[in-house]
């Protein structure tokens, strides 16, 4: 297949948009594809380096995102209002973006995110490249127990993440869960939220009921403001 570009058109993004059966990538596949491409480059392209990648890529990835069926689900399920829907693994990898500080919402675009994290890593030594697959492992891992809530089990008083998470998913509000994520993340790793997260959470849930309330803030955009 020939594919002739004009001077202004960018052959990369071009490329990127499909694969070999003419399917569109998603913003999760071009990332995968970017670190992962790249981490062969860095490692040199032989089979024994192709074998380590492999072996990378079932433990940071596929162990993670394609693990059984149940997984496969949940990650390509969309969340969000109207048009602004995005597959879960997308959500977290914006989310992790603006944790990492490679994203910025008052800057980036959500169609940007692919081009975001290709000019982040595009100068990651073979372990910086591992080690940003660690984490983006260990933020999947917290992402998915703390925004997979059930209506069953949302509204138990003493568990004010999964109060919070619930609300906000409820009322379709995304902007804050890189902030959510941040907090409970940390706390993860320190075996319980600090009593300032819990209280940095609480704010921010009397801050978005109070705003569905009285209807100060019809659009979940306007949030981005605060």
Known sequence: VRVELTKDEDAQAIFDVINSTGVRL??????????????????GD???????????????????????ADAREYWEKKSGKGDRQRPNIELLLHDFACIRGIYNPDEHKFEQLSKVYREAIKDFTKDQLIEFLKEIRAYAETYRKTFAVG??????????????????????????NPYVLKLVHEGRNAGGLSE????????????????????????????NKF
Do not use: G
């Not at 999760?28 to 860095?42: C, W």
């Not at 003493?158 to 998913?169: A, G």
């Not at 609480?202 to 306007?222: F, G, Q, Y």
């Open 46 to 68: 032989s089979k024994e380096s192709e074998a380590q990648v492999k072996d990378l890529h079932e433990e940071l990835w596929a162990e993670v995102f394609l693990a059984d």
């Open 196 to 223: 300032e997260s819990k209280k940095a959470l609480s704010d921010l849930e009397t801050l978005v009921v109070r705003a569905a309330i009285v209807h100060s803030i019809p659009c979940t955009k306007n949030y």
């Open 151 to 176: 209506r069953q089990d949302a509204y138990k008083y003493d568990d004010p993440v999964r109060r919070l998470v619930h609300i906000l998913s409820e009322l379709k509000i995304n902007t804050f």
């Open 26 to 43: 998603t913003h999760a596949d071009i990332i995968k594809n970017d670190i992962f491409r790249l981490l062969l480059e860095r490692m």
